[in-house]
């Protein structure tokens, strides 16, 4: 991402600085031109002083999507593995102490036994 913000400040300046977040049910953000549609985004690229997003910028843009659309999948599985009754005593104390599911899910993954029985 920071590759990408570095060529658009020549670019495509007017959002280069923007911060961009992936929506709450994946959908990739909507600064990452050209791959969703946006009349905001659009307006402001022609009225630009930018000189043009290139090609090479455009793929890294669809290369940082597809990771992000990976990244919202592989959340929405552990929530759902974390969602085990097993865990809702950690999941209690972890709360009164503000960690996030990927925290969470990370010191369970070295703390909890999770091996199969044969």
């Keep these: 991402m920071n590759r990408a913000r570095q060529d658009l400040a020549w670019q495509f300046p007017q959002v280069a600085l923007i ?44 290369r940082i999507c597809d990771l992000q659309r990976e990244e919202h999948a592989i959340e929405a599985e552990l929530r759902e593995l974390l969602a085990d009754s097993r865990f809702d005593h950690y999941r209690t104390v972890f709360k009164k102490f503000g960690f996030g599911d990927r925290l969470f899910s990370v010191i369970i993954s070295q703390i909890y036994p999770l091996r199969r029985k044969l």
């Design 19 to 62: 911060k961009s977040r992936r929506g709450a049910e994946g959908k990739v953000p909507l600064l990452w031109y050209g791959i969703r549609k946006s009349t905001r985004y659009n307006r402001l690229y022609e009225q630009s002083v930018g000189l043009e997003i290139t090609q090479t910028v455009r793929e890294h843009a669809k």
